[in-house]
């Protein structure tokens, strides 16, 4: 009996040391006590941060960002949104231009040509407009082909020669893009003073710029409203494309972050695709789409009915003013 | 086949950098450049992890979706590669990836890259296996040898594990089951689209 006591004594005593022992010993599970618990966790910090960085130990400071996922929405844009944007803008134009000429056809000159020419660009003039434009046909060939080229050209030029094409646009697009800048500043500068809105580019839209049949001739200065419309668009898109553009060509300087290079290349894209629809316009009306229009920027001068017929406000301009612009045509000898 | 992957244990991870060095010198990576880092976070505040990071050879890989020459292909392993004599160094892949992995050399004017670089978890590149023109543009290609990346394999607290994803995931769990806690599996929501429940 008392064997029995003493087993019990000694049960009853293990038990009662382990409540204690439960009791004293910290719950592992505490915020404050427990150093792992509180570990940085990485759903969390992207939920917050959407950009995990830290501090890492090589010199290369950009490496410290260990996640950013980010990258798949410059992704879906790149891979996406910029090949519609890009495609219905380009192919838009194309149909809406060939529809156009197939309505129109080219815009004659009403009253013939005179025989009597007028100066329209200078030798300088023509330069710019030259050097901008053979540079941005480069360019626009060279950016296309980044975006459209794996899918349009890569399969029918074979991998090797497609890379090999496409090294070389890339250089042709990073090294002319200055000269590309140099033209649209000094177009900026050369044809400021003559694209402010004035009133006569009110009525110029209200007359649709008189390019419907039979809508007779608009009032224009040296540019008219469309012209001007091209010209900030230019100027303005222009300096877009040139900011961007040097901010993907000067990668991470000045603390450029990759956050801002992704967004540099959206708009250089989207910008980028725009422009070229434009400038499409603007090749098919100064050379299919209306006669007497290619040479002003060819030999510099127009036909004396064309200037009257497209730009009457500027003939009367110059002719008031001595008629500088007027050229009198070498007789026969 | 494997699905290989990488995964960082950042609870054991102890920023010795060796992974880093090992890589460095196993492939003979140039100056400048590192296929792979280790960031710490909450540095010298409770809390504080470190992960060594690399290329996570993504499934779905976003460098391979923008790249404009499509020079990247994936292996019979799951592991991303690229080839050299393809790459423009245009830059694209470094926007997409969420790991900061692609790097380049600096050659020429203003920032020119040059071919791009990044981790090929030990697996050389295009080129035969083992060929001496496949070291001198990838590095070493140890996969080929039946050996796994170095970065793990010599990693002091195994804190770094490379290898089949449901091998390594499972070695994970375990671990995490035993000591009671787990950071998670660093990038692969991001890059596998799926996490290891533990």
């Known amino acids: ?333 | 086949m494997a699905r290989m992957k990488f995964l960082c244990d950042a609870d054991r991870c102890i920023e010795c950098n060796a992974c880093v060095t090992a890589c460095k010198n196993e492939h003979e990576v140039p100056w400048g450049m590192n296929r792979r880092r280790v960031v710490t976070l909450n540095d010298g505040k409770p809390g504080e992890r470190s992960v060594s990071m690399a290329c996570m050879h993504c499934t779905d890989a976003p460098c391979a979706a923008v790249c404009p020459v499509n020079c990247f292909y994936t292996t019979a392993d799951a592991v991303v590669l690229h080839d050299k004599d393809l790459c423009i160094g245009c830059g694209y892949c470094f926007y997409a990836c969420p790991f900061g992995a692609p790097q380049y050399p600096k050659v020429g004017n203003f920032g020119t890259r040059g071919k791009m670089d990044k981790c090929t978890f030990c697996a050389g590149g295009p080129e035969p296996d083992g060929s001496k023109v496949e070291y001198e543009k990838y590095g070493a290609n140890r996969l080929a040898e039946g050996k796994l990346p170095l970065c793990a394999e010599m990693c002091s607290t195994k804190s770094l594990l490379a290898g089949d994803g449901d091998v390594i995931a499972q070695i994970y769990k375990e671990r995490v089951a035993k000591r009671g806690y787990g950071s998670g599996a660093w990038g692969w929501q991001t890059a596998y689209h799926e996490t290891i429940a533990t």
């Open chain 1, 1 to 333: 009996m008392a064997a029995l006591f003493a087993r019990l004594r000694f049960v009853l005593g293990a038990l009662a040391l382990c409540l204690a022992v439960s009791l004293t010993v910290p719950v592992p599970s505490s915020a404050q006590t427990n150093p792992n618990a509180a570990a940085v966790k990485e759903q969390q910090l992207l939920d917050q941060l959407k950009l995990i960085q830290g501090r890492g130990t090589i010199p290369d400071v950009k490496s410290y960002v260990i996640e950013h996922p980010a990258g798949r929405d410059w992704r879906e844009f790149h891979t996406v949104w910029l090949k519609w944007i890009g495609g219905i803008a380009i192919l838009g134009m194309l149909a809406l231009l060939v529809l156009f000429y197939l309505w129109r056809g080219t815009i004659r000159i009403e009253g013939g040509r005179s025989g009597r020419k007028m100066v329209r660009f200078t030798g300088f003039e023509r330069f710019v407009h030259w050097l901008t434009a053979s540079t941005f046909v480069i360019l626009g060939i060279t950016g296309l082909n980044i975006t459209f080229g794996r899918a349009l050209i890569l399969p029918w030029l074979g991998p090797e020669a497609f890379s090999a094409w496409s090294e070389w646009a890339k250089y042709a697009h990073n090294y002319l893009s200055f000269a590309f800048t140099i033209g649209v500043v000094l177009m900026m500068l050369m044809w400021i003073g003559q694209n402010f809105p004035t009133a006569a580019d009110i009525q110029w839209f209200k007359m649709g710029g008189g390019m419907g049949k039979g809508g007779g001739h608009a009032p224009a200065y040296k540019f008219n409203a469309g012209q001007k419309l091209l010209y900030w668009f230019i100027v303005l898109g222009g300096a877009a494309m040139i900011i961007s553009g040097y901010m993907l060509l000067f990668p991470f300087y000045g603390g450029l972050t990759v956050g801002n290079m992704e967004l540099a290349e959206i708009f250089h894209g989207v910008v980028g695709v725009l422009f070229v629809a434009l400038i499409i316009a603007h090749i098919y009306l100064g050379t299919l789409g209306m006669e007497g229009a290619f040479e002003s920027m060819s030999d510099g001068t127009v036909d004396l009915n064309w200037a009257k017929e497209h730009h009457p406000l500027w003939v009367e301009e110059e002719q008031r003013s001595g008629g500088a612009g007027l050229v009198t045509p070498t007789p026969a000898e």
